[in-house]
C-alpha cells in the first residue's frame, strides 16, 4: 500500500506531502489544478513511466532541471529524480542502478483515465503501450527486452539515415539484437492477448450489461520470422530510411459482435471496452501476483451513465487501493464512501 508521496517541482507543484490510508482516496478540485499530475507522479514513482508523456522533460516543472518524486510503499522507501534528464533511483536509501530492481521493489499499478478511448480509437501505439505497461509487471524478462529492443531500433534507425548509402554492415550488427528481443517481445506480447482475451470478454459484459462479445487478437505485423521479413523490406528500408519490421510496429485488433470496433462500436461502447481492457489488467495482476495492483483512476466516473458506473464500481478488484480524481462528487452513491477526501487548488492539496 501506498502510504506517502512527495513532490518536487514535478509538474505544477513546486512541492508536495500527501498521506495516504487504505481503500479510496477522492482528490476533488476543477480542471487544471493538479489532480491528475498527482496520480501521474505516483504512477511515475511506482512504474517509472507516465501515463501521459514519453519524454521525461515534461514532467519538470517550468524553469527548473530537475524533478524528484519519493512515497512509502509499504515497508521501503522509494525515490525517483531526474536532473537534466539523468535518472537516479533509491530504495531505502541506498542506490539502485537497475530499473528492473527497483521496479521488482516496487508496487502493481493500473492506470484508468478518459484517453483511455485511444485504446479503441487511436492508432496502435497506445494498443502497444498497454501491452508494454502490463507485460513489464507481467514477466521478468519484458523489461530487459523491450529496453534492449528500443535501443537497437534506434540505433539501426539513426545508421539508416546516416549515410548517403546504408552500411548495412553496420546495420545488421543492430538487427541481430533487434531480432533476438524483437522475437521474445512479439512472443510475450501474444501470449498477453491470449491471456488478457478472457477477462476483457467478461468486463465488457458485466459493465455494459448486455451479452455483447468483445473480442482481441494480436496482429504481428512482421510474420512469424522478423529476419526474414527485415531481409525482404532491405530495398524499401535503403529508399525510406527507417526500419520497417518489428514488434514497433505490431498492433491488436479489437472487435465487438465480430466487427471492427473503432468502425462499428458505438461511443458508450468504445468506453466500456476501454475500461474492460483495464479492468483485465488488475485482474490479470491480481491472479498472477496474488495481490490486488494499485488503481489510479483520472476523472472517468463522471463521464459514465449511472448503469456502467455502479458496475464499474463493482467490479474494481476489492483489495485494491484506489486514488481517484474528479471535478464533483455528483456520482457518488451510497454504496461507495471514500476513506479520505482532498481538495485540490493551485497545486495545493486541502484536507476536507
Known amino acids: 500500500m501506498l502510504t506517502s508521496l512527495r513532490l518536487r517541482n514535478f509538474r505544477c507543484f513546486e512541492t508536495l506531502l500527501c498521506p495516504f490510508s487504505g481503500g479510496s482516496t477522492v482528490f476533488i478540485g476543477d480542471n487544471a489544478q493538479g489532480k491528475t499530475s498527482i496520480l501521474e507522479a505516483v504512477c511515475v514513482l511506482l512504474r517509472l513511466q507516465s501515463p501521459r508523456t514519453t519524454r521525461p522533460a515534461e514532467l519538470v516543472r517550468f524553469s527548473h532541471a530537475e524533478f524528484g518524486v519519493a512515497g512509502s510503499w509499504g515497508e521501503q522507501e522509494l525515490k525517483h529524480t531526474q536532473v537534466n534528464g539523468v535518472r537516479e533511483l533509491s530504495v531505502d536509501g541506498s542506490p539502485v542502478r537497475k530499473s528492473s530492481d527497483y521496479l521488482a521493489a516496487s508496487g502493481l499499478v493500473v492506470w484508468m483515465g478518459n484517453g483511455d478511448l485511444e485504446l479503441v480509437t487511436g492508432s496502435s501505439e497506445p494498443r502497444r503501450r498497454y501491452l508494454d505497461f502490463l507485460g513489464i509487471q507481467l514477466f521478468p524478462e519484458y523489461y530487459e527486452a523491450l529496453r ?205
Open 148 to 352: 534492449k529492443y528500443d535501443k537497437a531500433l534506434k540505433s539501426r534507425n539513426f545508421l539508416l539515415k546516416r549515410d548517403a548509402a546504408p552500411q548495412w554492415a553496420q546495420i545488421d550488427a543492430f538487427t541481430a539484437i533487434l531480432v533476438e528481443h524483437g522475437t521474445t517481445l512479439a512472443m510475450l506480447r501474444e501470449r498477453l492477448i491470449l491471456e488478457i482475451q478472457p477477462h476483457a470478454a467478461a468486463a465488457h459484459q458485466r459493465i455494459s450489461g448486455r451479452p455483447e462479445s468483445l473480442n482481441l487478437a494480436y496482429h504481428n505485423a512482421s510474420g512469424p520470422d522478423l529476419a526474414a521479413s527485415l531481409r525482404s523490406r532491405r530495398e524499401q528500408e535503403t529508399q525510406r530510411r527507417v526500419t520497417l519490421a518489428g514488434p514497433h510496429r505490431d498492433d491488436f485488433l479489437l472487435t465487438i459482435n465480430d466487427l471492427p470496433a473503432a468502425d462499428y462500436a458505438s461511443e458508450g461502447q468504445q468506453r466500456t471496452i476501454a475500461l474492460a481492457l483495464k479492468l483485465s489488467q488488475a485482474t490479470l495482476l491480481e491472479d498472477r501476483h496474488q495481490r490486488a495492483p494499485l488503481l489510479l483512476l483520472d476523472d472517468i466516473f463522471g463521464e459514465l451513465d449511472p448503469l456502467r458506473r455502479n458496475a464499474l464500481l463493482a467490479a474494481l478488484p476489492a483489495a485494491s487501493q484506489r486514488l481517484i480524481t474528479t471535478t464533483h462528487l455528483g456520482w457518488v452513491q451510497d454504496g461507495f464512501q471514500p476513506e479520505t477526501i482532498y481538495h485540490v487548488r493551485d497545486a495545493a492539496v486541502i484536507g476536507q
